[in-house]
């Protein structure tokens, strides 16, 4: 243990900036296929929960569906060169027991400048620090809904502060987005022409030490379209002036009085311990409401994911273990203003009277899938186990929830969901990988349920060069 503290800093004192752009680059860029079949059977009014959460869209919550999916994709290979670049483009159609659809699944192009990332396309965004994987999901973006189109340019991955021998390392962007699902569309369900505005920066204390602290800020907001209610939200420079500084404006009087806008706010704060097998790291998720609470000083402090995360490499038949509580029934309160006092409370996460469709895309869930729009307080203890026993490899997910709908509208109602990722590469057949997904549901939430999906999946190398 001493001799590797000592070699990192040995090491990093020789760099007083370790970026990987100053190492040699031996790798070589790859062009990939891919084609998939998959099949959804549930015996509920729709599919159990986990076989479609977090699936970013892709899997119906129909109980009955299947998907095929085709298309090319380049993964970025090269950290060592001075850019890099990567692109996908998936079809997928889709058929299910109310409509056959398609639409693209990936439709991106990503290119690396240096350190500076430039992003167009349809791909997924994600933040904080757990297992994607394993978790149950960030709580502002976890990959549970279609990925909204935008266009992103920044500092995606921690990356040394130059001068500070990467001992600090930080990351930052800034990101404009188009929310294009049909509920919008239809005025009386959502409200046409929303944008996403969505900007994050972190800062990272230990590079190459065995301890690793870091803290991020994001922030994320509705902005635009054409409220059935409120009609014309704003589109032109003041009103991006506003919603870029979480200001006041607009044209409703909440707004003037607030901010313009549906804003959410996130904040992470992670412990990351590094052995040479072993990781380890915890970290504290929470959210606020139109930039009203931070973690210091901030009255809605019992809200948010507590989590930990182990991976190790030195057994394989469990590599992975995550545990994870979710709680958000504090809000800042049960009172928002009583006897003409304003209390802040009732901060109805992920909802806001012009953005009546909430914090959803094509009807889902775009943060953690446990909270909705319209099931806000909730309280989940969440176990995710993944690991490798002779070629299968398997995921293990486990969540027990309680829901108290909204402080406005409130009910009652607990689910218990299991689920089983079992998936095997079979060079034999072709080089197929197969995958079959159980799923249960227990509880007066979805009632019991039972379900399964099976998957054949094909990927391959068109081109190296």
Not at 77 to 95: A, C, E, I, K
Not at 120 to 132: E, F, M, N
Not at 424 to 435: I, S, T
Request: hydrophobic share 35%; glycine share 12%.
């Amino acid at each position: 243990m001493m001799s590797w503290l000592a070699c990192s800093l040995t090491c990093s004192a020789n760099d007083w900036w370790p970026v990987a752009m100053h190492q040699p680059d031996t790798a070589r860029d790859t062009l990939c296929y891919l084609i998939e079949a998959s099949a959804v059977a549930s015996s509920g009014a729709q599919a159990a929960f986990f076989l479609h959460a977090n699936e970013q869209g892709n899997i119906s919550s129909a109980p009955f569906s299947g998907n095929i999916s085709a298309g090319v994709y380049k993964p970025a290979t090269r950290p060592n060169r001075w850019y890099d670049y990567d692109f996908g483009v998936v079809l997928t159609g889709r058929f299910d027991t109310e409509r056959t659809t398609g639409y693209f699944r990936q439709l991106y192009a990503h290119a690396r400048l240096y350190i500076v990332d430039i992003t167009a396309g349809v791909t997924p965004l994600y933040c904080g620090s757990q297992d994607p994987s394993l978790s149950m999901g960030g709580l502002l973006f976890s990959g549970n809904a279609q990925p909204i189109p935008r266009l992103s340019i920044g500092i995606d991955r921690y990356t040394p502060f130059p001068g500070l021998f990467g001992y600090v390392e930080v990351k930052g962007g800034l990101t404009h987005g188009w929310f294009v699902d049909a509920s919008r569309l239809d005025t009386a369900v959502g409200t046409p022409g929303t944008m996403l505005h969505y900007k994050f920066a972190g800062v990272r204390f230990g590079g190459s030490l065995p301890v690793n602290i870091s803290y991020e800020l994001h922030h994320a907001a509705q902005f635009g379209g054409v409220s059935p209610l409120f009609g014309p939200m704003g589109t032109g420079w003041q009103t991006y002036k506003h919603v870029f500084m979480a200001g006041a404006g607009g044209n409703r009087l909440s707004d003037q009085l607030n901010a313009e806008g549906n804003h959410i706010g996130f904040q992470e704060l992670a412990l990351t311990v590094r052995w040479p097998q072993w990781t380890v790291t915890a970290y504290w998720q929470t959210v606020f409401e139109d930039m009203s609470a931070n973690f210091i000083g901030c009255s809605n402090q019992t809200d948010g994911l507590w989590g930990v995360s182990v991976r190790q490499v030195q057994w394989p038949f469990i590599h992975s273990l995550t545990y994870e509580f979710l709680n958000t029934t504090g809000q800042d309160g049960p009172y928002h203003d009583r006897d003409g006092l304003v209390y802040g409370g009732q901060s109805d996460y992920f909802i806001n009277s012009a953005y009546a469709q909430g914090w959803t895309h094509f009807g889902r869930m775009i943060g953690n899938p446990f909270v909705t729009p319209y099931n806000n307080r909730v309280r989940t203890h969440f176990i995710g186990i993944a690991g490798d026993i002779y070629g299968f490899e398997y995921r293990f997910k486990a969540a027990y929830t309680r829901n108290w709908g909204r402080y406005r509208t409130p009910s009652y109602s607990h689910n218990t969901a299991l689920m089983l990722d079992i998936n095997k590469h079979v060079e034999q057949a072709w080089g197929l990988d197969f995958g079959l997904r159980l799923a249960a549901d227990f509880g007066t939430q979805f009632g019991n349920e039972f379900g399964a999906m099976l998957t054949v999946r094909k990927n391959g190398i068109l081109h190296t060069y």
